[in-house]
């Protein structure tokens, strides 16, 4: 059964810095690539950050240049350090499979890990 576990949110100062992780379990990690999305309530859900399963990155432009994401199979997790952090960073986290056009492979979400950006 496929699990997700997304820790290492946090309230913060804008400029702040946070490093989020994704622990996953019940596929073959490494065959996989990953995503991180956000999502506030009421909001469509907005993807972040992608990594193949070589390790090649793609980043969303509101992020570019402040975050990354990298991975660790042999601990099967992914992780997205987030630097220069805005206000409008301010949403719940989740990772997921990416399977194109912002959908995921799979159907089942970890609960997320809260990130407020505020004085």
């Known amino acids: 059964q496929v699990q997700l576990v997304e820790s290492g949110g946090g309230l913060v100062q804008p400029g702040g810095s946070l490093r989020l992780s994704c622990a996953a379990s019940?596929?073959?990690?490494?065959?996989?690539?990953m995503s991180w999305f956000r999502r506030v309530p009421g909001k469509e859900r907005e993807l972040v950050a992608s990594?193949?399963?070589?390790?090649?990155?793609n980043y969303e432009g509101f992020v570019k240049g402040r975050s990354i994401i990298s991975r660790d199979n042999s601990k099967t997790t992914v992780y997205l350090q987030m630097n220069s952090l805005e206000p409008e960073d301010t949403a719940v986290y989740y990772c997921?499979?990416?399977?194109?056009?912002?959908?995921?492979?799979?159907?089942?979400w970890g609960q997320g890990t809260q990130v407020t950006v505020s004085t």
């Open positions: 990594i193949t399963s070589g390790g090649s990155t």
């Open positions: 019940g596929f073959t990690f490494g065959n996989y690539a």
């Open positions: 997921n499979s990416p399977c194109g056009d912002g959908n995921t492979y799979f159907s089942s």
